[in-house]
């Protein structure tokens, strides 16, 4: 029965591998309305719902971004494939990062990259962190895949099957739960830094400035 339920989980797991992503040649080249947007997004990340009435996107989402100037404004209602990308990149921050916290990440990247004649624009960096994350997918599937064995063999002398399934199961989501505290606070003492840098800089601005 354990090696069964070992092997249901491992296939889940798996099943990892095949979600959805949006590609970055699959965002549309041309600009957007409001309602053509949510519908792209609610069609390409479908698996990524976990209730089938879950929404991605909505358009009470786009004008709370808006309004938090998360996203730029629309060119006579219209959004950009630049747009579309910084819609992403809030799309999975904000599952586990404050709106704040979202903010202080994509403003620096928004003001140097969105609508750059430099040659890289927001699009090239999706393309490149897209790249790069997708490379990477085998390897994380790997790591989950070894906390789950490694918690399966909790609670071994335990002889009551259902027992010791119970806590494998909530060993395995500690185990998953650890990984994720550790990222998000490198994450946030990174947004934490470069905002201490960012209020020194102006500080110095400031001072120079009155001498």
């Known amino acids: 029965m354990h090696e069964k339920y070992d092997r249901d989980m491992?296939?889940?797991?798996?099943?990892?591998?095949?979600?959805d992503y949006i590609k970055p040649e699959e965002?549309?080249?041309i600009d957007l309305y409001m309602d053509q947007i949510t519908t792209f997004m609610d069609e390409h990340l479908q698996s990524s719902k976990r209730f089938?009435?879950?929404k991605i996107l909505t358009k009470t989402m786009i004008n709370n971004y808006s309004k938090n100037n998360l996203l730029p404004p629309s060119d006579k209602k219209k959004y950009s494939p630049e747009h579309m990308v910084l819609l992403l990149f809030i799309y999975y921050f904000k599952n586990f990062l404050s709106i704040s916290d979202?903010?202080?990440i994509l403003t620096p990247i928004t003001n140097r990259f969105f609508r750059s004649d430099s040659g890289r624009d927001l699009n090239t960096v999706y393309e490149e962190i897209f790249e790069r994350q997708f490379e990477n997918i085998d390897f994380e599937v790997r790591d989950i895949i070894r906390k789950l064995?490694?918690?399966n063999k909790a609670f071994a002398d335990i002889e009551d099957e259902q027992e010791r399934k119970l806590l494998s199961n909530f060993a395995f989501?500690?185990?998953?739960?650890f990984d994720i505290w550790v990222k998000k606070s490198?994450?946030?003492s990174m947004i934490d830094k470069d905002i201490m840098k960012h209020r020194q800089d102006t500080k110095k601005k400031?001072?120079?400035?009155?001498k």
């Open 10 to 19: 491992i296939d889940l797991l798996r099943s990892i591998q095949s979600i």
């Open 27 to 29: 965002i549309p080249n």
């Open 52 to 54: 089938d009435d879950d």
């Open 102 to 104: 979202i903010q202080s």
């Open 149 to 151: 064995r490694d918690s």
């Open 173 to 177: 989501i500690c185990a998953l739960s």
């Open 186 to 188: 490198i994450i946030e």
């Open 206 to 210: 400031s001072d120079e400035k009155k």
